[in-house]
């Protein structure tokens, strides 16, 4: 007798990769068809290393011993899988894929939640200052590690008393940058913007909440803040922005005006 309830789940799945295979897939899902593919063939390799165990077992061990199965598959499967081993340890080491398995991207901005609400989008095609420094601000100080962290954080808390970021629950290390003489030349040199514009823009950032104004260091410049850091295994610092896709964030970039 015909089940129209599994020839319906049938249809539905159906249907579902036609959509598929018609839409563009998102980053996100080109990258875990990726995955699949590369996993899919290592996974090959093991089953066809398992079905040989299997034939020699069925063929020449006595099948009620369960140990000696085990080790007719581990003896097969070891090699493919110190195989993959070195394969991926020999590609990793080539210096032009380290050096992709280490790069980190650094224009993150525009976010698509940025580009998918027309009035941000709008205003971001109009003042494109406003992309370019959002992304020189994150990496501005993103990399910060060892001594040079240390230095940093040790400074940052003389200047503000010890004081940490705390908007998360639990106190975190400021990421900061001081705004004096050397900093506006270096930003108007990379971004090559008239000059004065970047001062205005970051004025309009204040105002967003995108940076936060910590303290003015009179002659040294003024201290703010454009995030906070996290930690990760292996004592590795993460950066987060204040800017996050969030209503106050949407509502201040779609009325953000510089002046």
Known sequence: MRNIFTDRDKQKEALK??????????P??????????????????????????????????????????????????????????????????????REALNYRKEFIYPREWMRNDK???KKLEARPII????????NYNRFLKGEDYRQTVEWVDMKMGGQKYTGTGEKHDFAVFVTD??????LDKNLE???GYPKKVMKAFCDAGIIIKLKDLG???????????????????????????????RKALREMTIK
């Not at 699949?36 to 299997?54: M, P, T």
């Not at 000696?68 to 210096?95: G, H, N, Q, Y």
């Not at 003489?181 to 270096?186: I, L, R, T």
């Open 17 to 26: 990769q036609r959509k598929k295979q018609t839409r563009e897939l998102t």
């Open 28 to 97: 996100q899902e080109e990258r875990k068809e990726r995955q699949q593919r590369i996993w899919s063939f290592y996974i090959e390799e093991i089953k066809r290393a398992k079905q040989k165990a299997i034939d020699e077992y069925d063929l020449d061990l006595n099948p009620d011993d369960p140990e000696l199965a085990r080790d007719v598959k581990l003896k097969e499967i070891s090699p493919v899988v110190k195989d993959i081993k070195k394969i991926t340890e020999e590609f990793l080491a080539d210096p032009e894929f």
């Open 119 to 121: 009035r941000i989008w």
């Open 131 to 138: 992309v370019d420094l959002l992304n020189y601000l994150y």
């Open 181 to 186: 003489p050397n900093f506006w030349h270096e």
């Open 193 to 195: 913007y008239s000059e």
């Open 219 to 249: 002659r040294e410049g003024t201290l703010y803040a454009d995030g906070y850091y996290t930690q990760m295994p292996g004592n590795r610092k993460v950066k987060h922005p204040f800017l996050k896709k969030n209503k106050e964030f």
